[in-house]
């Protein structure tokens, strides 16, 4: 079985996610084919470690050390591409998975966090990414209780031959900081690109935490490695491969408060370098500055990405972007919440007025809900160029971008021969909502759109006549339990015979109150003719909405069980399912994602997620 070469994965994974030794082994190979391997270097040959002293016996930062100049030999291949987008998801799943193990698994019983990562010093300002825990897993008495957990812990650290309650518990502190620091530690084209991380752990007993180091790379050494110890800006550094220079990594305790450890000794100084040079580091950034503002002030976790260097990280093409910067956090309620730091103003969204009256007729149970208001001028607000800088970027357009998350959508426009934005988008000024309800007998789901009246509607209804003459089909007129309703038809020939034919409903609307009513055939719109329950009177759609604030931009709901059929190999969190070939969120019930906020220059959004108990 393939060995991984990663240490600060491998020391850092059980913070972020638990699941049994298989799935980790598949999520881990996953990740490493798609970052690409960290490089291989040799510093020393292993008859030289007997010149240094062990790493027992290194007292302080006074003791001997020693300064290699040698020459790194590559030895690894580029990293090859993955698909598109998947870095983002990642950063979203580790704030996931750590709340998944907050609120999913019982209560919480957390101290308030500081909700600053503090190891933000070490990070440049030009880093792609940076990811941090704000709590001590300790706190984490949730995780404690799960057997599971606890053997993620032993077993990362089985071959390393330390223990985490002997060798690590006794120092950790309150945060925990995983960051890429750079695109390219090495600036060789040959090799592609070769990013840096670094990983932060706050410590609260240097002592200790300076024994840890000794012992870690002592059984590096043990194990066949080569040892360089050198002093930096006052500062030891440790840099040692591993399994005959298979995996290198450098360490080193700076100041009182951290220990540090890097992918390359290059990674570690410029570590220090920034915080003695603190226009270099993440913390004086102008766009850093303005997205702090925005972390949840009970923030346990916290993630900043750089857009543009994200992009070129992942090989992807990021055009003039208007949003530049992402800050996300998660709160001890369970739900992330997102900023989105604009370089120009941009308007936001229409803002729903007075009481969603459209979702009464949404039947209960669908897969899919979007509500809000005014879709006729969501491409100019900030949400819709949010929408487009994400999908061309990741995608390459918006209509690939449809294709590829919502199949169903996709499905209506090449049936009709519609483009969503111009033919139907266009003249939708009041309230609406869009709903996809799973079937039992097929993969495709009906749908319901529910549109407030308005005089566009009727222009949009005559629009869309056209639209089906062209297509071949009817314009049928028919009475349903009194109910007039328009359909549209296509005639086809009954089976086995030529000379009969059938009319195939292709979409039916009603007016009901003050609302027009879109179907995809006769059967839902009886649903919504004569309910057994609307959306609107579920209890698990009412928490789900709950917490979203009063003046928000609308939102989209998703049941995570009766979607699961809908977004089959399409949504990335359906997708990592089928990675790890096991639910990710077993007790998830459903996630409502809404934006609110009327700041021009930031884009505010959170992810809600409710969970069975």
């Known amino acids: 079985m393939q060995q991984f070469h990663r240490p600060i994965l491998d020391f850092g994974f059980w913070i972020i996610r638990g699941i049994d030794s298989v799935r980790r082994f598949k999520i881990k190979r996953y990740l490493n084919a798609k970052w690409g391997q960290v490089r291989r270097v040799s510093i020393l040959p292993q008859s030289k470690i007997s010149q240094f002293p062990s790493p027992y016996v290194l007292k302080s930062n006074t003791d001997y050390h020693t300064r290699s100049d040698v020459n790194r030999q590559s030895s690894f291949s580029p990293p090859r591409p993955y698909a598109k987008g998947l870095l983002i998801v990642g950063i979203i799943l580790a704030l996931m998975g750590a709340f998944y193990w907050f609120f999913a698994r019982g209560s919480v019983n957390l101290v308030t966090p ?97 024994e840890f180091l000794k012992l870690f790379f002592a059984k590096r050494v043990l194990a066949g490695g080569n040892l360089s110890v050198e002093k930096y800006q006052g500062v030891k550094l440790i840099t040692a491969d591993a399994d005959k220079g298979a995996n290198y990594l450098a360490g080193a305790v700076v100041g009182e408060k951290f220990v540090l450890f890097a992918s390359d000794r290059q990674v570690l ?49 990021l055009v003039a972007p208007i949003y530049d910067s992402q800050i996300l956090s998660l709160g001890l309620r369970p739900q992330i919440e997102t900023s989105l730091l604009s370089t120009t103003a941009v308007l936001p969204p229409s803002l729903p007025q007075g009481q969603p009256g459209g979702l009464k007729y949404i039947p209960d149970s669908p897969g899919l809900v979007i509500f809000g208001r005014n879709l006729s001028n969501l491409g100019q607000s900030n949400l819709g160029k949010f929408w487009q800088q994400a999908a ?70 005559t629009r869309l006549d056209a639209i089906a003459e062209s297509n071949g089909f009817n314009h049928s007129s028919l009475t349903l339990d009194q109910q007039k309703i328009a359909a549209w038809t296509e005639l086809i020939p009954e089976s086995g015979s030529s000379l ?79 990675i790890l070939d096991k639910p990710l969120f077993p007790n998830l019930r459903s996630l409502t994602i ?18 069975a108990h």
């Not at 330390?162 to 945060?175: A, N, S, V």
């Not at 270099?280 to 990405?305: E, G, M, P």
């Not at 009603?510 to 003719?529: A, M, N, P």
């Open 500 to 578: 009969k034919v059938e009319a195939k409903i292709q979409g039916a609307h009603t007016t009901l109150d003050k609302y027009e009513i879109f179907t995809s055939d006769l059967q839902t719109l009886d649903q919504v003719l004569h309910p057994k329950k609307s959306l609107i009177d579920s209890p698990l759609f009412q928490d789900s909405i709950t917490p979203i604030p009063k003046s928000n931009h609308g939102y989209i709901y998703i049941d995570w069980q009766n979607s699961r059929n809908i977004f089959r190999g399409q949504l990335p969190l359906r997708q990592w399912e089928e």
């Open 269 to 317: 100084r410029a570590a220090i370098n920034n915080v003695q040079a603190p226009d270099l580091n993440l913390l004086s950034a102008s766009q850093y500055q303005k997205a702090r503002k925005q972390i949840l002030k009970d923030a346990v976790a916290v993630a900043f990405l750089n857009l543009p260097a994200v992009a070129k990280w992942q090989g992807l093409n």
């Open 392 to 461: 061309v970027t990741i995608y390459g357009s918006e209509s690939e971008a449809i294709a590829r998350l919502v199949k169903p959508l996709e499905a209506i426009q090449n049936r009709w021969k519609i483009n969503l934005g111009e033919d139907i988008f266009s003249w939708v000024t009041g309230e609406y909502a869009i709903a996809l309800l799973p079937h039992q007998d097929r993969v495709t789901p009906d749908w319901v759109f529910v549109v407030e009246k308005t005089p566009q509607v009727t222009t949009g209804i």
């Open 594 to 611: 809404s934006s609110y906020g009327t700041d021009t220059d930031v884009l505010k959004g959170s992810i809600f997620f409710q969970f």
């Open 114 to 210: 500081k909700s600053q990562p503090s190891a933000v010093i070490f990070v440049s300002k030009l880093a792609p990414a940076m990811v941090s825990l704000l709590v001590n897993p300790e706190q984490l008495s949730n995780w404690q209780r799960d057997r599971v957990v606890s053997q993620i812990k032993t077993s990362l650290l089985t071959k390393s031959g330390l223990d985490y309650k002997r060798d690590i518990q006794p120092w950790l502190g309150d945060e925990i900081t995983l960051a890429v620091t750079n695109l390219d530690t090495d600036y060789n084209p040959d090799n592609g690109l070769q990013p840096g991380y670094l990983m932060a752990l706050a410590t609260k007993n240097v002592e200790k935490s300076r």
